[in-house]
């Protein structure tokens, strides 16, 4: 049985992705936003009961920038390429049946992916390592994902890093999808530092745990921080249909860019995104980091 | 690094043991002595003997297959034999016996088999009348009607003209209790068979103990005997007579001391925690260095994430508590600890290391630049000065003095090249300061680390256990004179 952690249900939060980090571009002592270089691209999520809601454009969304209202400039809906980054827990408790389901999961998403998307590997024991750099080859991640095996404790946080790290590496829309089986043992990074390390990329994490009796507080908090979504599940032998699903979900996500207008260039900026005249769940980043 | 202290296979065990106390009585118990518990004792005297320290030989395994009952009994009729050992007659057939942090227990030998003991007592004691036995000397009345010959077989006879001859070089009666106690910490701690999982809703018996083993930073709960092991074995020094001392007094005995420490390495470096173990060191050497380093290294561990969840995770029987606090108040714990050590051994840099680390850990960043530059230039070793630099790296970053950062981080990268989490701290460190390029290739990097030792390349997987490297050393050096001794 899965149970699924809802984190934003029926609370309007914001999901960003920077698309600009132009910093340098404010003149100093300033810290406005030019509105000729700067735009801001926001991840949302819309649902109705449960469905994603279809068909918005850029006049149905509402979105308050550090509670300034702005003007949203272009909506987005399966257009933009996907960068996909399995972050996969190698460690010694993945093996057997967990780990064939694990690498079943990984296949069965490669294979859904769009000829325009990209997939990537990042797989974690203690040590992180590089399964595949970003590519559109299947075979390649197919590849990779037969021949990762699990050994050694676990680096999950370090993994998390990695792997935002590599979704930011190129343009496209970046989804980091995060499984392990336990608790972090042995990364050297902080779970804090990580999260705001994600407040500031621009992908959005979707995590996968099995289900213990301590709660996975980093995998919340990183899939709160980037509004995607926290699945604990008691076995793992439907991860393919939950990475499937996870997919799915992301490609309804809308990308909503706005030239940021009236708001300090640098900071934290609090985002709040609603959809106009109707009742509705969104789900996006609660906010994003401009400047250094 | 031996081999011992790598991480095996990502499934680290860990025993914390707690022991609920025996509640103390007022009417003395009869003890319900059987052959069999008189066979005990004479077989571990034995095993005392024969075992060779450092091996799980057959005198070991023995011992070790012995249930926590029999062991509390075999508790209870040592101290009756080293006090009939030391006082013949004037002692027993009841005895009081020591029970912390209960009150003492009062039992009474029935007379049919207490006889035996009192010849077990006269062999452990050396007072056997013929073979090594000098001309002359005075028996013990006690000892005095022993007939050798029909009460002892051939290895207690050895094992007496064994005692005696220590006692001729001037260790007093303690070779029993000296043996007893390596014999006793082998079987503890030598790598054993696997415990029992414990059902969620078992409840220990009084004096059980209960381990934790850790996988993946969940705790599972199993059976286990270390603790009932270890505990006899500080009971057995307990009762040690220094060679300069006419009496009891353990804490002026150099072995016992050097038992504690090294014990509490080689513990420390098999990832077995026992809070009372190095409680009780405190209590016998108080102003020791090495045990108060050791003591703050065990509360840091407590304060990981991974025991921290392990513990919260566990389902504890009624009645057990593994005594560990938040991990605020370990570090807490533990800092105190490390700055005890230091007001005696000023010139202590690995506890300052260690100090470092866990002030920065406890959000006293600039504090932990001071004493980790000190620990810096104080270092000879590179793996603890890999260590240094990392952990500076991190307090200057948390101060904001990045420029510092970069360069304890890349100075810890030199140290160590096949080190992943100085590299990881330089991406992080970028990434940060908004240059996601240099992130991004200081991340490269990390994949292209080549992999010489898969549990080992960074000396951070490591950490919990470095401060007990020098284990085996320790323990060659406490086994020595005993080996040198052994039939």
Redesign the interface.
Request: charge should be negative; include cysteine; proline fraction near 5%.
């Given at each position: 049985m899965i149970r699924r952690f809802c984190l934003h249900a029926c609370v309007v939060s914001t999901s960003l992705a920077l698309a600009v980090?132009t910093?340098a571009a404010a003149p100093s002592g300033s810290s406005q936003f030019t509105s000729k270089v700067d735009a801001v691209r926001v991840d949302v999520l819309a649902a109705d009961n449960g469905r994603p809601i279809l068909g918005l454009g850029p006049g149905d969304f509402e979105i308050l920038d550090n509670g300034i209202p702005q003007q949203v400039e272009l909506v987005s809906f399966d257009q933009i390429p996907l960068n996909v980054i399995l972050a996969l827990d190698m460690?010694?408790?993945v093996s057997g049946d967990r780990l064939e389901s694990l690498r079943n999961a990984g296949r069965g998403l490669v294979d859904g992916l769009a000829k325009s998307d990209q997939a990537g590997l990042i797989t974690f024991?203690?040590?992180?390592?590089?399964g595949s750099a970003l590519t559109g080859d299947a075979s390649q991640m197919r590849y990779a994902l037969d021949h990762a095996t699990?050994?050694?404790?676990?680096s999950l946080i370090?993994g998390v890093?990695?792997a935002l790290?590599?979704g930011?590496?190129d343009a496209g829309r970046a989804l980091v999808i995060v499984f392990s089986?336990?608790?972090?043992?042995?990364s050297?990074?902080t779970a804090q530092?990580?999260v705001?390390?994600a407040k500031?990329s621009d992908a959005v994490v979707y995590g996968v745990t099995v289900q213990?009796?301590?709660k996975p507080e980093f995998m919340r908090d990183l899939t709160n921080a980037t509004a995607g979504r926290l699945y604990e599940v008691e076995k793992t032998a439907n991860l393919r249909s939950i990475f499937l699903g996870i997919l799915e979900e992301f490609r309804h996500r809308y990308v909503v860019s706005y030239a940021p207008r009236g708001v300090t260039a640098d900071g934290w900026h609090t985002l709040q995104v609603r959809l106009k005249g109707r009742k509705a769940t969104v789900k996006a980043r609660p906010g994003y980091f401009a400047?250094? | 690094m031996s081999a011992s202290s790598k991480?095996l296979?990502?499934?680290?065990t860990v025993s914390i043991l707690a022991s609920p106390a025996v509640a103390g009585q007022i009417e003395p118990r009869l003890v319900p002595l059987t052959d069999a518990r008189t066979a005990r004792l004479e077989q571990w005297l034995k095993a005392v003997f024969h075992h060779r320290p450092g091996e799980a030989d057959a005198a070991a395994n023995m011992v070790a297959s012995w249930s926590s009952p029999d062991m509390r009994a075999l508790d209870h009729d040592e101290f009756a034999l080293v006090q009939l050992m030391r006082h013949g007659d004037s002692v027993g057939p009841q005895f009081e016996f020591p029970n912390p942090p209960g009150k003492p227990i009062l039992e009474r030998y029935p007379p049919d088999r207490y006889r035996r003991i009192e010849v077990l007592a006269c062999a452990a004691g050396g007072y056997v009348p013929g073979g090594a036995w000098r001309a002359g000397e005075k028996l013990p009345l006690l000892c005095e009607h022993v007939e050798a010959a029909v009460a002892l077989d051939t290895e207690l006879k050895q094992l007496a003209a064994a005692v005696y001859a220590g006692r001729m070089k001037g260790d007093h009666d303690d070779y029993i209790l000296r043996r007893g106690a390596l014999l006793q910490a082998d079987v503890a701690l030598l790598p054993s068979r696997p415990g029992t999982p414990l059902p969620v809703t078992a409840a220990p018996s009084l004096g059980a103990a209960v381990s934790l083993s850790i996988?993946?930073?969940?705790g599972v709960m199993h059976n286990a005997t270390a603790a009932i092991h270890l505990a006899f074995a500080r009971s057995l020094l307990d009762q040690i007579v220094p060679p300069t001392e006419d009496g009891v007094d353990p804490k002026r005995d150099a072995m016992v001391r050097q038992w504690y420490v090294t014990t509490a390495a080689w513990m420390q470096q098999t990832q077995q925690y026992m809070t009372n173990h190095l409680a009780k060191a405190r209590v016998m050497f108080p102003n020791d260095p090495h045990i108060l380093f050791l003591s703050g290294c065990e509360r840091e561990t407590y304060a990981t994430?991974?025991m921290q969840?392990a513990v919260?995770?566990a389902?504890l029987p009624t009645g057990v508590d593994f005594e560990v606090g938040s991990d605020q108040s370990e570090l807490r714990a533990a800092e105190g600890f490390f700055r005890d050590a230091l007001v005696v051994k000023k010139d202590f840099p690995e506890t300052r290391l260690h100090l470092g680390h866990v002030l920065l850990l406890r959000g006293r960043a600039a504090d932990a630049v001071i004493e980790l530059q000190q620990a810096t230039t104080m270092f000879t070793d590179d793996q603890q000065l890999y260590y240094a630099e990392?952990f500076a790296g991190a307090a200057f970053e948390a101060t904001g003095q990045f420029d510092q950062a970069r360069m304890a981080y890349a100075r810890a990268a030199e140290l160590v090249p096949a080190a992943?989490?100085p590299r990881?701290?330089l991406?992080?460190l970028d990434?940060?300061?908004?240059d996601?390029a240099a992130?991004?290739s200081a991340?490269r990097d990390?994949?292209a680390l080549p992999?010489v030792d898969?549990?080992g390349?960074?000396p951070?997987?490591l950490y919990a256990m470095t401060q007990a490297r020098n284990a085996d050393a320790l323990l060659a050096d406490l086994r020595r004179p005993f080996l040198e001794q052994t039939p």
């Amino acid at each position: 049985m899965i149970r699924r952690f809802c984190l934003h249900a029926c609370v309007v939060s914001t999901s960003l992705a920077l698309a600009v980090c132009t910093a340098a571009a404010a003149p100093s002592g300033s810290s406005q936003f030019t509105s000729k270089v700067d735009a801001v691209r926001v991840d949302v999520l819309a649902a109705d009961n449960g469905r994603p809601i279809l068909g918005l454009g850029p006049g149905d969304f509402e979105i308050l920038d550090n509670g300034i209202p702005q003007q949203v400039e272009l909506v987005s809906f399966d257009q933009i390429p996907l960068n996909v980054i399995l972050a996969l827990d190698m460690s010694a408790s993945v093996s057997g049946d967990r780990l064939e389901s694990l690498r079943n999961a990984g296949r069965g998403l490669v294979d859904g992916l769009a000829k325009s998307d990209q997939a990537g590997l990042i797989t974690f024991s203690q040590r992180v390592r590089l399964g595949s750099a970003l590519t559109g080859d299947a075979s390649q991640m197919r590849y990779a994902l037969d021949h990762a095996t699990g050994t050694g404790s676990t680096s999950l946080i370090d993994g998390v890093y990695a792997a935002l790290a590599l979704g930011d590496s190129d343009a496209g829309r970046a989804l980091v999808i995060v499984f392990s089986d336990g608790l972090d043992t042995s990364s050297w990074l902080t779970a804090q530092s990580v999260v705001e390390a994600a407040k500031r990329s621009d992908a959005v994490v979707y995590g996968v745990t099995v289900q213990s009796r301590e709660k996975p507080e980093f995998m919340r908090d990183l899939t709160n921080a980037t509004a995607g979504r926290l699945y604990e599940v008691e076995k793992t032998a439907n991860l393919r249909s939950i990475f499937l699903g996870i997919l799915e979900e992301f490609r309804h996500r809308y990308v909503v860019s706005y030239a940021p207008r009236g708001v300090t260039a640098d900071g934290w900026h609090t985002l709040q995104v609603r959809l106009k005249g109707r009742k509705a769940t969104v789900k996006a980043r609660p906010g994003y980091f401009a400047g250094n | 690094m031996s081999a011992s202290s790598k991480l095996l296979g990502g499934l680290v065990t860990v025993s914390i043991l707690a022991s609920p106390a025996v509640a103390g009585q007022i009417e003395p118990r009869l003890v319900p002595l059987t052959d069999a518990r008189t066979a005990r004792l004479e077989q571990w005297l034995k095993a005392v003997f024969h075992h060779r320290p450092g091996e799980a030989d057959a005198a070991a395994n023995m011992v070790a297959s012995w249930s926590s009952p029999d062991m509390r009994a075999l508790d209870h009729d040592e101290f009756a034999l080293v006090q009939l050992m030391r006082h013949g007659d004037s002692v027993g057939p009841q005895f009081e016996f020591p029970n912390p942090p209960g009150k003492p227990i009062l039992e009474r030998y029935p007379p049919d088999r207490y006889r035996r003991i009192e010849v077990l007592a006269c062999a452990a004691g050396g007072y056997v009348p013929g073979g090594a036995w000098r001309a002359g000397e005075k028996l013990p009345l006690l000892c005095e009607h022993v007939e050798a010959a029909v009460a002892l077989d051939t290895e207690l006879k050895q094992l007496a003209a064994a005692v005696y001859a220590g006692r001729m070089k001037g260790d007093h009666d303690d070779y029993i209790l000296r043996r007893g106690a390596l014999l006793q910490a082998d079987v503890a701690l030598l790598p054993s068979r696997p415990g029992t999982p414990l059902p969620v809703t078992a409840a220990p018996s009084l004096g059980a103990a209960v381990s934790l083993s850790i996988s993946d930073g969940e705790g599972v709960m199993h059976n286990a005997t270390a603790a009932i092991h270890l505990a006899f074995a500080r009971s057995l020094l307990d009762q040690i007579v220094p060679p300069t001392e006419d009496g009891v007094d353990p804490k002026r005995d150099a072995m016992v001391r050097q038992w504690y420490v090294t014990t509490a390495a080689w513990m420390q470096q098999t990832q077995q925690y026992m809070t009372n173990h190095l409680a009780k060191a405190r209590v016998m050497f108080p102003n020791d260095p090495h045990i108060l380093f050791l003591s703050g290294c065990e509360r840091e561990t407590y304060a990981t994430p991974a025991m921290q969840s392990a513990v919260r995770s566990a389902s504890l029987p009624t009645g057990v508590d593994f005594e560990v606090g938040s991990d605020q108040s370990e570090l807490r714990a533990a800092e105190g600890f490390f700055r005890d050590a230091l007001v005696v051994k000023k010139d202590f840099p690995e506890t300052r290391l260690h100090l470092g680390h866990v002030l920065l850990l406890r959000g006293r960043a600039a504090d932990a630049v001071i004493e980790l530059q000190q620990a810096t230039t104080m270092f000879t070793d590179d793996q603890q000065l890999y260590y240094a630099e990392l952990f500076a790296g991190a307090a200057f970053e948390a101060t904001g003095q990045f420029d510092q950062a970069r360069m304890a981080y890349a100075r810890a990268a030199e140290l160590v090249p096949a080190a992943q989490s100085p590299r990881l701290a330089l991406s992080a460190l970028d990434r940060k300061r908004g240059d996601r390029a240099a992130a991004l290739s200081a991340l490269r990097d990390v994949f292209a680390l080549p992999v010489v030792d898969p549990s080992g390349d960074d000396p951070w997987w490591l950490y919990a256990m470095t401060q007990a490297r020098n284990a085996d050393a320790l323990l060659a050096d406490l086994r020595r004179p005993f080996l040198e001794q052994t039939p």
